[in-house]
């Protein structure tokens, strides 16, 4: 079992930026992918951002250019870097992991945390 805890969500004005923490504690020594989705009210849960642990990474469309990803396996934590925010970047983002091993996968989420972009 992994367990994910977010932090670093508030409120911001367009074109402002917010950082956003995520730590994973348990059973790490498998994750494969560490990543951050969102949900917006009445709409999906979309992919934002994920980097796997060769440290390649990929970026939602919507969000590409503006965010960046950066992982930390020794530490166990993945951060989201988000710049120029505008309000339909508004929604509540998901921490995720992803863990592969001979015999297994999992996928595992946060409780979220609110970003909120508003003027």
């Known amino acids: 079992q992994v367990y994910l805890v977010e932090s670093g969500g508030g409120v911001v004005q367009p074109g402002g930026s917010l950082t956003l923490s995520c730590q994973a504690s348990g059973n790490t020594r498998y994750i494969y992918v560490m990543g951050w989705y969102r949900q917006a009210p009445g709409k999906q849960r979309e992919l934002v951002a994920e980097a796997i642990n060769s440290g390649s990474a990929r970026y939602g469309d919507s969000v590409k250019g503006r965010f960046t990803i950066s992982r930390d396996n020794t530490k166990n934590t993945v951060v989201l870097q988000m710049n120029n925010l505008k309000p339909e970047d508004t929604a509540v983002y998901y921490c995720?992991?992803?863990?592969?091993?001979?015999?297994?996968?999992?996928?595992?989420w946060g409780q979220g945390t609110q970003v909120t972009v508003s003027s």
């Open positions: 995720n992991a992803e863990t592969w091993s001979a015999v297994a996968e999992g996928n595992y």
